[in-house]
T-cell receptor, first 116, second 112 residues
Framework: AQTVTQSQPEMSVQEAETVTLSCTYD???????LFWYKQPPSRQMILVIR??????QNATENRFSVNFQKAAKSFSLKISDSQLGDAAMYFC?????????????FGKGTRLHILP | KAGVTQTPRYLIKTRGQQVTLSCSPI?????VSWYQQTPGQGLQFLFE???????NKGNFPGRFSGRQFSNSRSEMNVSTLELGDSALYLC???????????FGDGTRLSIL
């Protein structure tokens, strides 16, 4: 069974600094999707970034970028120029790209604090 | 464009009762998924519906059920409520399965 592990329950970063959130996963499949979701105190989950496993190029969305290491099964999120609005719970997630058993599996999350 | 709408936002029930939660997806989205979020277990997948058919199911007891209507709106039902069912229930919709999901604000269910 696939698993997603986020080893950092909480992290803090100074405003305007860069922070990296870690995520590792375990799967025997070669074709899948990886995601980072953000959940602010307002509760709504927001998709931050999405990576297809077959793409070697790391996905980027403005200040958010990933470091996708397929062989190491690692998918970290880098937030550059951190802003107060980035404070939230961040979830790493995995979804198979094959078959019908493609439910999303989430990690336990990392709570990110932004220090002014 | 309106986002995913979940009703109600808050609900308080007692043990043994049943509850129905509603989710209206974004217009044009045909896939709806449900998740349970608790501090202890995190986010867990409940089930996914597409074109009125349950496409995928998580590891939850039969007390948890759902359905999807022809307009893609979905309902989730939990019968014989237990204290452990207290959670935030999130609904997400996408155009098709495997497409990026958009989440609603969730329904906070408290069991007394």
């Amino acid at each position: 069974a696939q698993t997603v592990t986020q080893s950092q329950p909480e992290m803090s970063v100074q405003e305007a600094e860069t922070v990296t959130l870690s995520c590792t996963y375990d799967t025997s499949e070669s074709d899948y999707y990886l995601f980072w979701y953000k959940q602010p105190p307002s509760r709504q989950m927001i998709l931050v970034i999405r990576q297809e496993a077959y793409k070697q190029q790391n996905a980027t969305e403005n200040r958010f970028s990933v470091n996708f290491q397929k062989a190491a099964k690692s998918f970290s999120l880098k937030i550059s120029d951190s802003q107060l609005g980035d404070a939230a719970m961040y979830f790493c997630a995995y979804r198979s790209a094959r078959g019908r058993d493609d439910k999303i599996i989430f990690g336990k999350g990392t709570r990110l604090h932004i220090l002014p | 464009k309106a986002g995913v709408t979940q009703t109600p936002r808050y609900l308080i029930k007692t043990r043994g009762q049943q509850v129905t939660l509603s989710c209206s997806p974004i217009s044009g989205h045909r896939s709806v998924s449900w998740y349970q979020q608790t501090p202890g277990q995190g986010l867990q997948f409940l089930f996914e519906y597409f074109s009125e058919t349950q496409r995928n199911k998580g590891n939850f007891p039969g007390r948890f059920s759902g359905r999807q209507f022809s307009n893609s709106r979905s309902e989730m039902n939990v019968s014989t409520l237990e204290l452990g069912d207290s959670a935030l229930y999130l609904c997400a919709s996408s155009v098709l399965p495997n497409q990026p999901q958009h989440f609603g604000d969730g329904t906070r269910l408290s069991i007394l």
